[in-house]
C-alpha cells in the first residue's frame, strides 16, 4: 500500500523526466555545436578572396635565403623584454663594426 505509492512516486519523479532530459540535451547540443559551423557570410567573401596555396607559399620560402641565419635567444620569464633586446641591439653593433 504506502511503501508502493512512495515507490511509485520516486519512480515517476526519477525515471520519467530521465528520457526528457537525454531528448532535450540532444537536442541543446545540436543546436550548440552547429553554431561552430555557422560562417558570416562576410568572412566567406573574405575567404573566397584568398587565394593562397601550397605551391605559392613554396614559390616564397624558395625565394628566401635558409643558409645565412642567426639564432637569437629570446628573454626568460625573468628578465625584461625592452632590456633584452637593448643587449642583443648592441652586441650586433659591436659585431658589424
Keep these: 500500500g504506502f511503501a508502493a505509492a512512495i515507490l511509485k ?7 520519467v523526466p530521465s528520457p526528457l532530459y537525454l531528448v532535450g540535451g540532444s537536442f541543446g547540443l545540436r543546436e550548440f555545436a552547429q553554431i561552430r559551423y555557422d560562417v558570416d557570410p562576410t568572412l566567406k567573401e573574405k575567404l573566397k ?8 607559399e613554396y614559390k616564397k620560402l624558395e625565394k628566401s635565403d635558409l643558409d645565412n641565419w642567426e639564432n637569437i635567444r629570446g628573454p626568460r620569464l625573468w628578465e625584461d623584454s625592452k632590456t ?3 643587449q642583443q641591439r648592441e652586441a650586433a653593433r659591436l659585431k658589424t663594426q
Design 84 to 86: 633584452v633586446q637593448k
Design 49 to 56: 578572396g584568398n587565394n593562397v596555396t601550397l605551391e605559392s
Design 9 to 15: 512516486r520516486r519512480l515517476e519523479n526519477y525515471h
